[in-house]
């Protein structure tokens, strides 16, 4: 068989292009490619869900792939382990309650979950803006290429339209801080989008149960993100309260959904 360029030039062009149209109009638009929001698209997706995650970066993973310091290993506590389960992740106890695996692998199984459950994920994507109508709900999502963002080029953005926006986006609760910053008298949470609190693992994986919910009409926090934007710590490297976050980010967009 003789290689035809234009042909794989085609086929690369029309089928994204196929598939980005499709997901113009979704259910639920995931703002960030980190563990929290690849955990909450598979069980999305496996709820029926038309599920798309957003990624401005070229890697999907978030800080995850790094592991602690570039060691790369994660540390997940035992209340999380039945979502490593789920994802077919291997992991071993350390000790009693503490449980390791490699971040390496625990990226591209959560990748190959979520897509395997039917969720899109489209890289090189920058959210730099929400719509929002006359209910006061965010209804949408402006978007442009990351390289676009990332090296301030004035080109105009398109839109997607999502009935649930889940902002994932780690420290910067960049989805919630354009609310706030555009919507006059908007207060996320009790405090609005503050930042976290300095490191304490144990205070910050408790409480990311409680940050983790709907902060405005259709948003979702899920996350860093939530514990960004509602003052509490950050937690390093141990990605159990993560894990558990994004479930809970599905099971709130899901039962909002009515499915």
Known sequence: MELDELVITRAIVEEYSKTFLDYTDVDVALVGGGPANLVAAKYLADAGVKTVIFEKKL???????????????????????????????????????????????????????????GAEIFNLIDVEDVMIRENDAVCGLVINWGPVSMNRLHVDPLSICAKVVIDGTGHDAAVCSTVQRKVPGAQLGELGVVGEKPMWAEVGERILMETTKEVYPGLIVTGMAANAVAGAPRMGPIFGGMMLSGKKAAEIAIEKLGK
Not at 86 to 107: L, P, R
């Open 59 to 117: 890697s999907i993973g978030g800080g995850m792939w790094g592991g602690g310091m570039m060691f790369p290993r994660i540390v997940i506590q035992e209340d999380a382990k039945h979502i490593l389960d789920d994802f077919g992740v291997n992991y071993h106890e350390y000790e009693k309650g503490y449980y390791v695996a490699s971040s390496i692998e625990s990226v591209g199984r959560l990748i190959t979950g979520a897509t395997s459950a």
